[in-house]
């Protein structure tokens, strides 16, 4: 039984959906605790009502990005986690972190990189005139939003289409995405090779990972 942190920020959908996928039985896995920055996030709620250990570390508390990031770590290694994954966490995370998590960090990106990394992704593909839009799950490196692209979730951006209207489009994808590449990983099918290479199944994934087309 592979063991799962998850950290969070916000509303923790994505959260839900994870807890509600593994919830199904059918992949080896449990989400042993939830991890927020933002003591007020509904994804702890989320987590309690799942009666899952729920923490939260304000970043507001430490005096550096540095020493916020060590704590963190030291909170999460006493899970003893298989996987982290990243789940609207809205935090850059230093070198430090990101190599220790190495191969087992995920986060998913709500636009279809190496498209918009950074934040404001929905407006940024609106204002850009984007016919294709989507998410994004893909293995954390030091590069914010950088790191090897595992699977990305399609979708056409609608004439209609608002921010507003494409994230709640865009979220919709992300709860398929997102625990399918868990699934992998728990199922000890993806790896990260030294050279960056995403593998499903010993196969090289191309380089925008695997593609999932809205239905
Ligand atoms: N080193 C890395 N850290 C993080 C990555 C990554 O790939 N490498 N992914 C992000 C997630 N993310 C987008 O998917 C993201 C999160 C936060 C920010 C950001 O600018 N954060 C600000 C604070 C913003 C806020 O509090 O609202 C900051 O940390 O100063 C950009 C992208 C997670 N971390
Ligand atoms: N740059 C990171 C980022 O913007 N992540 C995004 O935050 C949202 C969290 O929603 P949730 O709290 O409902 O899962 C998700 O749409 C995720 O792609």
Redesign the pocket.
């Known amino acids: 039984m592979k063991r799962l942190v998850v950290l969070?920020?916000?509303?923790?959908?994505?959260?839900q959906a994870i807890l509600d996928y593994l919830a199904q039985g059918t992949c080896p896995a449990q989400v042993t605790a939830v991890i927020s920055n933002k003591s007020d996030a509904y994804?702890l709620e989320r987590a309690r009502n799942a009666g899952i250990p729920t923490f939260s570390l304000s970043h507001k508390d430490f005096s550096s990005r540095e020493a916020f990031d060590a704590e963190l770590m030291t909170l999460i290694d006493s899970q003893h986690p298989d996987l982290v994954i990243l789940?609207?966490?809205?935090r850059i995370l230093t070198p430090e972190f990101t190599r220790h998590y190495s191969g087992r960090l995920f986060?998913?990106?709500?636009s279809l990189l190496p498209k918009y990394k950074?934040?404001n992704?929905h407006q940024r593909a609106i204002e850009a005139g984007d016919k294709l839009h989507g998410?994004t799950v893909h293995f954390v490196t030091e590069e914010l939003?950088g790191g090897p692209l595992i699977v990305q979730g399609q979708l056409d951006i609608n004439p209609e289409d608002n921010p507003d209207s494409l994230?709640q489009r865009?979220?919709i994808l992300?709860h398929q995405i997102y625990p399918m590449a868990i699934d992998w990983y728990c199922c000890d099918r993806l790896t990260l090779s030294p050279d960056g290479t995403v593998l499903l199944d010993n196969a090289s994934l191309p380089s925008t990972g695997h593609i999932h087309r809205s239905s």
């Open positions: 969070i920020s916000g509303s923790g959908s994505n959260l994804g789940a609207g966490f809205m986060n998913i990106h709500p950074g934040l992704t998410a939003d994230a865009v979220h992300e």
